[in-house]
């Protein structure tokens, strides 16, 4: 009996179980992190590429240049980021409106959880300006 008693109060390798058990927890919350970083990132470059697009749109008048600066913009970041285009509307008058739309992809799931599609949270960015005469 005093032999069992011993070997239960013995704690060894309670160090180790303890890193195994909070391992997991701690890569979960790295995901969750990394995720988290991709998304700001979206939302910022998206935003940049609506106020390139009314930047160029201001100076140069022309909505086909100015769609391709903005689709510059968004084709610098990796496929977490999905163009849906930009467009500006009241482009005829002295001011506009320029809205860029795309999809932030969730970078972690897998693609065979959702018939392998990954889930995507669409988000828009826009910028109001004036035609620079």
């Known amino acids: 009996m005093k032999l069992l008693k011993k070997k239960f109060e013995n704690e060894d390798g309670s160090a180790t179980i303890e890193f195994i058990g909070i391992l997991p927890l701690a890569l979960l919350l790295?995901?969750?992190i990394w995720q988290f970083i991709v998304g700001i990132n979206g939302v910022m470059v998206t935003q940049s590429a609506a106020n390139e697009y009314a930047k160029v749109y201001?100076?140069?008048q022309n909505a086909g240049e100015a769609s391709q600066a903005a689709n510059k913009i968004?084709?610098?970041?990796?496929?977490?980021?999905?163009?849906?285009?930009?467009?500006?509307?009241?482009?005829?008058?002295?001011?506009?409106?320029a809205e860029a739309n795309v999809n932030i992809r969730m970078v972690?799931?897998?693609?065979e959880l959702f018939g392998y599609t990954i889930p995507s949270i669409p988000y828009s960015a826009t910028a109001s300006s004036r035609v620079i005469e």
């Open 74 to 97: 968004l084709s610098t970041t990796g496929d977490y980021l999905q163009n849906r285009g930009v467009t500006g509307s009241n482009l005829g008058s002295k001011e506009f409106t």
């Open 30 to 32: 790295m995901m969750i």
């Open 58 to 60: 201001s100076i140069t």
């Open 108 to 111: 972690f799931l897998p693609s």
